[in-house]
């Protein structure tokens, strides 16, 4: 079993940044694809960016140039730094894990990112 807590989410100007951080329990994590996602109010929840194992990110269009994930194997702990913050990233953000090895599939409970104008 895997737990994620997700901080980081919060209030900030259109233009800013914000950093996420989704932390893992358990011994799976440096074998595990990490991913955040986002999902905002009526919509379905669409993949942000992901990372393998290997450290090789994917990105959505939307935030291409503006968001990084990263992740740290020492702390278990995948990040996701968006800056230049747009009126239509607001929504909640979930990360996800899936350990090959068990065939897991893992979300956290998401952080709100709020956007003002």
């Known amino acids: 079993q895997v737990q994620l807590v997700e901080s980081g989410g919060g209030l900030v100007q259109a233009g800013g940044s914000l950093r996420l951080s989704c932390a893992a329990s358990?011994?799976?994590?440096?074998?595990?694809?990490m991913g955040w996602y986002r999902q905002a109010p009526g919509k379905q929840r669409d993949l942000v960016a992901d990372?393998?194992?290997?450290?090789?990110?994917n990105y959505a269009n939307s935030v291409k140039g503006r968001f990084t994930i990263s992740r740290d194997n020492a702390k278990n702990t995948v990040y996701l730094q968006m800056t230049s913050l747009k009126p239509e990233d607001p929504a909640v953000y979930h990360c996800?894990?899936?350990?090959?090895?068990?065939?897991?599939?893992?979300w956290g409970q998401g952080t709100q990112v709020t956007v003002s104008s």
């Open positions: 358990g011994n799976r994590f440096s074998t595990s694809a």
């Open positions: 990372i393998n194992n290997g450290g090789s990110a």
């Open positions: 996800r894990a899936r350990v090959w090895a068990t065939g897991g599939d893992y």
